[in-house]
């Protein structure tokens, strides 16, 4: 069973900055590309970042930038680091993932930049 579990997400004062981490279970990392979505109150949930299972990053255009995505394989982690938050990136935060018949994702993580 494939399971992804967002953690890191709180509040933060605008400038700020913060990582996400997302825990995968079920599925590798080493062969499977992973990415982080976001969901603005009342909006659609959005992409924000990726990579790929060889360790390429793609990014959206709100991300670059600001915003870099990593991973451990050996732990089975992808992290989101976000830099100079603004208000406008408060959002819930989902991880994602695929296999070839399926995608999966996160519970999402909250994160609230506010003063």
């Known amino acids: 069973q494939v399971q992804l579990v967002e953690t890191g997400g709180r509040w933060v004062q605008p400038g700020g900055s913060l990582t996400l981490s997302c825990v995968v279970s079920?599925?590798?990392?080493?062969?499977?590309?992973a990415a982080w979505y976001r969901q603005l109150p009342g909006q659609q949930r959005d992409y924000v970042i990726s990579?790929?299972?060889?360790?390429?990053?793609h990014y959206s255009d709100f991300a670059k930038g600001r915003f870099t995505i990593s991973k451990d394989n050996a732990q089975n982690t992808v992290y989101l680091q976000m830099n100079r938050l603004k208000p406008d990136d408060t959002a819930v935060y989902y991880c994602w993932t695929m296999n070839a018949s399926q995608e999966y994702w996160g519970q999402g993580t909250q994160v609230t930049v506010s003063s």
């Open positions: 990579i790929t299972s060889q360790g390429f990053a």
């Open positions: 079920g599925i590798s990392l080493n062969d499977h590309a």
